[in-house]
């Protein structure tokens, strides 16, 4: 639900900053929007030249960037101030529409059934399966909410189960920028591979011999995918082998699946 909270907050600030919910900034403040500085950066492309003023703020790492980043954010939290009851009012509203204790339709692959259940107060989601029947004792195979302890963002996607249905392998990112890392989990152990493959877009598929994963990494600038690695379990992934590369960036995926 934090990342409700912060939807709902990002959407007042943008009201009030459009002016559609304007206020006036309390009396005796003196807290006016900050600006940011002009730093001229040449591009050139094609034979075409322009000026970018603030090519600067995408720098993540700049203290200035970041110092800047914190300024909008306070004279956000100034200004929107006087809507705050509003904010906790539309955010219980919108929860309390929530079903807070959920599962998803189970599916049959092999021998189990896999599903996804919310628990009510649990932000993350629980990946389970039960084998031979939905009636069988249910299996955690992974409870996001306890991964995510410590961290102010935690995602999980695409996980995968090898062939022979013991390994799971699910990519997390904890910063927000859709740049992954692979983990393993024996799930007849419950213990958590050393094997760990970071950077990476996510997007898995398992060997049938059950200890081979491609996995896909993408250009770090455009962020465009355009590798596809080979990775055995137990070795390091740094000499992991390229076993494809697309090198042409007007190269089209989807129109190559329909050939």
């Not at 004279?75 to 705050?84: F, G, I, N, Q």
């Not at 906790?88 to 509203?93: D, S």
């Not at 024996?186 to 950077?199: K, V």
Request: charged share 25%; hydrophobic share 35%; glycine share 6%.
């Amino acid at each position: 639900m934090n990342a409700l909270k912060t939807a709902l907050s990002a959407a007042l600030a943008s009201m009030v900053l459009g002016g559609s919910l304007a206020h006036p900034v309390s009396a005796g403040t003196d807290m006016r929007p900050p600006v940011a500085a002009v730093v001229p950066h040449v591009l050139e492309k094609h034979g075409h030249v322009r000026i970018d003023n603030y090519f600067w703020l995408n720098q993540r790492d700049n203290p200035e960037v970041i110092a800047y980043l914190e300024a909008e954010n306070e004279y956000a939290d100034s200004v929107t101030s006087h809507a705050k009851e509003l904010r906790e009012t539309l955010f219980k509203e919108i929860t309390g529409r929530i079903k807070q204790t959920d599962m998803s339709v189970p599916y049959k692959l092999d021998d189990y059934f896999y599903y996804t259940r919310y628990e009510e107060g649990q932000e993350y989601p629980i990946h389970c399966r039960k084998k031979g029947s939905l009636d069988g004792a249910e299996e955690v195979m992974l409870d996001v909410n306890t991964l995510a302890k410590g961290y102010e963002f935690f995602s999980v996607r695409n996980t995968q189960v090898s062939f022979d249905q013991n390994i799971l392998s699910y990519a997390v990112d904890t910063v927000g920028r859709r740049f992954y890392s692979i983990h393993f989990k024996n799930l007849e152990t419950g213990e958590t591979l050393t094997d760990r493959i970071p950077d990476v877009t996510g997007n898995t598929a398992w060997a049938n011999d059950n200890k081979t994963l491609f996995y896909s990494k993408q250009d770090p600038s455009t962020l465009r995918s355009f590798q596809i690695y080979r990775h055995a379990l137990g070795s390091d992934p740094a000499q992991d082998e390229l076993v494809y590369e697309e090198t042409d960036e007007t190269f089209d995926a989807a129109v190559f699946r329909t050939k």
